[in-house]
């Protein structure tokens, strides 16, 4: 169901659009971890089962009224098994696991984010689920410490309502990221426990490569080697992944029955090497593309590092310029305002003189009416004076 920003307006957020409820199916077997991430979630996972004793017998909960849920965060570059370790976490308690929609969250009414934020904890409150928050440095980011815009108010607010909700609730939420650094500091106090998701190595690798074949119908050629493999080319597990999926499509787009078609290992090669590749190209920003060239330049001619240096610099001062941008669009708008302002007033003085104006004529004609009327009156009494004396 797809959020509607009137119906939300008065009527308050479905708590079923802002959420996607699943019934977990992974474990931990499904992932492959470097030990120390494992211990981490072991530890996680003693937390979470002995919190009753911790809280309850131990007389704990008797001294702390909040902070008593459990909350996790998941830090670690993309493809580590952040997605999946939730969904185990959630499977090995029994629990549904209620993934936020953060683009349903957020509402174009002021106020309305932090309503659906406090919806979404009520929510896997009733439902006795695991929240999990993913991409969660969009909404937990650094609150705005000079507050001049509205957007920046409704931010923090956001983050504030979040803090809150995170003291107050009971149960399990995780937090996924792969930005850790643009939490908001107060988030390191209110989490448990932060768990670094760290690439594996290469005997986690070949691991991986393993588990993403299925071991009795999955046709692999007698080439296949996953320990060169893991060996040659460092990638996480959602690199390894798409790439036995590009050796699969490979070849079974080879000709001859499907019955004879083996994934080799020039395939799983062929895979990751795109992959990987890919990587590089997402990876790269305008400054790391020109580095190389800047680089190259420098080496061919001594002449030429006082232009790499001038480049360099008007390269600064570009990016200085554009983080500028923000600030001098403020200061223009705030000069539009002043100056619509003054230009109000200046109407409204002439206005005012104007009728003044009137006021005064108006006033002037009524006295020349007046005289009028009196020099009018003062004729007839004459004239009826004389027409009297002329009668006696």
């Known amino acids: 169901m797809s959020s509607n920003p009137l119906r939300d307006l008065f009527f308050g957020p479905d708590r079923r659009a802002l959420v996607t409820a699943q019934v977990p199916r992974r ?27 911790l809280f309850g017998q131990w007389g704990l909960g008797e001294r702390h009224e909040s902070g008593l849920g459990l909350a996790f ?17 959630a499977h090995t308690l029994g629990k549904p696991l209620l993934v936020v929609r953060y683009n349903e969250l957020e509402s174009q009414w002021a106020g309305a984010t932090a309503k659906n934020v ?28 000079s507050v001049d815009q509205g957007y920046q108010r409704e931010a923090n607010a956001v983050v504030n309502v979040l803090l809150r909700e995170l003291e107050d609730f009971p149960g399990v939420v995780i937090f996924a990221t792969n930005l850790a650094a643009n939490f908001d500091p107060a988030f390191e106090r209110r989490i448990r426990t932060h768990i670094l ?13 393993r588990v993403q074949i299925h071991h009795r119908k999955t046709p692999l050629a007698p080439d296949v080697d996953f320990g060169a493999l893991a060996e040659r080319y460092p ?15 490979m070849a079974i787009a080879e000709p ?21 590749a890919a990587k590089r190209v997402m990876d790269q920003s305008l400054f790391t593309g ?29 990016e200085d310029a554009v983080a500028a941008l923000p600030d001098a669009l403020s200061r223009r ?33 009524a006295r020349t009416a007046r005289l009028a009327l009196w020099v009018a009156c003062a004729s007839a009494v004459v004239a009826a004076a004389g027409a009297l004396s002329v009668l006696l």
């Open 27 to 53: 474990t931990f077997s499904d992932v492959v971890l470097p030990p120390s991430t494992r211990r981490a979630l072991d530890n996680a996972l003693v937390q979470i089962r002995k919190h009753d004793v």
């Open 235 to 249: 990638a996480s597990g959602g690199d390894i992944k798409n790439a036995v999926l590009k050796a699969a499509q």
């Open 197 to 209: 998701f760290e690439q594996p190595g290469p005997e986690e690798r070949e691991k991986i490569w």
């Open 333 to 365: 708008e705030e000069a539009q305002l002043r100056e619509a302002e003054r230009s109000r007033d200046a109407l409204a003085a002439r206005q005012t003189e104007a009728l003044d104006a009137l006021r005064g004529g108006a006033a002037e004609a």
């Open 256 to 276: 001859g029955t499907d019955d004879e078609k083996r994934i080799a290992q020039h395939h799983f090669e062929t895979g990751i090497q795109e992959v990987l």
């Open 290 to 318: 020109l580095m190389p060239g800047l680089a190259a330049l420098s080496g061919t001619d001594g002449g030429v590092d006082d232009e790499v240096q001038a480049l360099a610099s008007r390269l600064v001062d570009v």
């Open 73 to 89: 965060n998941f830090a670690g570059p993309p493809g580590t098994g952040k997605t999946i370790c939730a969904e185990a976490i």
């Open 118 to 145: 406090a919806a979404v904890f009520a929510s896997a409150a009733e439902q006795d689920a695991v929240l999990f928050f993913d991409e969660a440095d969009a909404i937990a980011g650094r609150r705005f410490t």
